[in-house]
């Protein structure tokens, strides 16, 4: 007899009290796979849908870190194998110190301990790299390649181990620079079921976007490090957050960014890139934006259609009722997107049109917007001096 939603997410709150929410992690529930009685649901679905609210999301922040006296690095007790048995992990752990990688650079120490004293609940950190090029130190969470343990599993302890340690002491232990920046991170195997996880629905944005855990993957020899999904996302996220709190022309103040909210289209969790608001207007935005330099066609841009619970996406805001909503691109001049409209303005303008979907062109520099097709009037402002006379009027 499997559990229902409400039942796996009366243990999710449970373990997520300020008390117990340092080892949220390492709970059983964590750990099931299968769906829930009542809804069909995975239960590792259910968990990570709930954890992407914005307000229970907050509560993992609560993490404490553990104040560690003695040194972080120090010598590690040879570990006895068993040439006839398969490696544990730590084993796999100690043969890769010294080894780099692509992505996570140097491993330079591996079995870190947490702990200030032996009452301290905490694990040790698998592996711990440093990429000399990047300034980027990482915290690994290393899975064999048989591991049947859940990605959120695996996430949540990165993330977990993260918050615990000491990153000023951490840095200063290993010598490192101090504006080292530290990311936590997962390493598995390729074909994995941590791998095959990570692109089964939402678990790219839970892992990279709402954890903030890095994703790296390993050959099936575990040479080398052959996939990293950690980059575009965190590249994509400092762009976003740039914007934030400016305001643009046609489109107004942008007032958030990577909003995870459910496609009523899909009924999945989907990404909003920006949220602007224009308040003489009363208009709210839904941006897809496309950063500088994007090669994506417009017509890719397009295809995302995503319909959202507008009084909902209102009041979670507080925005007056009365908002109206609109979906748009927000691309750069130049860029692939705006070339393409361009090049073919009657076709996109019919089709953008009917999709009631608008575009919105940034200048070089990205400090306003100066082109804008309103698919609400049919009409295309290659001067958006016209539509400031028209607003002022």
């Given at each position: ?241 740039g914007m934030m709190g400016k305001t643009y022309t046609c ?117 306003d917007v100066v082109e804008a097709f309103l698919s609400w ?17």
């Amino acid at each position: 007899m499997g559990y229902t939603a409400d039942e796996i997410l009366e243990k999710v709150e449970e373990h997520l009290e300020p008390e117990n929410v340092a080892q949220f992690y390492a709970q059983d529930f964590v750990n099931y796979r299968g769906t829930t009685s009542d809804t069909g649901q995975k239960y590792t679905d259910v968990i990570a849908s709930h954890l992407f609210l914005p307000h229970i999301s907050k509560m993992l922040e609560q993490i404490q870190t553990i104040d560690r006296k003695s040194p972080y690095h120090g010598n590690r007790p040879m570990i006895e194998s068993d040439p006839d048995a398969l490696p544990t992990e730590e084993h796999i752990a100690r043969s890769m110190k010294g080894k780099t990688y692509d992505y996570i650079g140097k491993i330079i120490d591996y079995q870190t301990p947490l702990k200030d004293k032996q009452s301290d609940k905490a694990g040790k950190i698998d592996l711990l790299s440093y990429n000399e090029e990047t300034k980027c130190a990482y915290i690994l969470e290393l899975k064999r390649a048989d591991s049947k343990e859940t990605l959120l599993r695996c996430a949540l302890e990165a993330y977990t181990y993260r918050r615990m340690v000491n990153e000023k002491k951490l840095l200063n232990d290993f010598d490192l620079p101090a504006d080292t920046e530290l990311f936590a991170a997962v390493l598995v195997y390729h074909d994995s079921q941590q791998y095959k996880d990570f692109y089964d629905g939402d678990w790219r944005d839970f892992t990279c976007l709402i954890l903030k855990v890095d994703f790296f993957v390993l050959d099936k020899d575990g040479m080398s490090v052959v996939e990293a999904a950690q980059r575009v996302a965190r590249i994509e996220e400092q762009a976003a957050l740039g914007m934030m709190g400016k305001t643009y022309t046609c489109i107004g103040k942008i007032i958030d960014y990577h909003v995870l909210i459910q496609n009523e289209l899909t009924n999945k969790l989907r990404k909003i890139d920006l949220l602007s608001y224009d308040e003489a207007s009363k208009c709210l935005y839904i941006l897809k934006y496309n950063k500088r330099n994007d090669k994506t066609p417009l017509i890719d841009c397009l295809i995302d259609e995503i319909r959202v619970n507008d009084k909902k996406l209102l009041n979670d805001y507080n925005l007056p009722a009365d908002t109206e909503l609109f979906t748009g691109v927000l691309v750069y001049h130049g860029s692939q997107a705006h070339q393409d409209f361009c090049n073919n303005k009657t076709y996109y303008m019919d089709l953008m049109g009917k999709m009631k979907k608008d575009l919105l062109v940034l200048d070089k520099d990205g400090t306003d917007v100066v082109e804008a097709f309103l698919s609400w009037d049919g009409v295309f402002l290659d001067s958006l001096s016209k539509h400031n006379e028209q607003q002022n009027k």
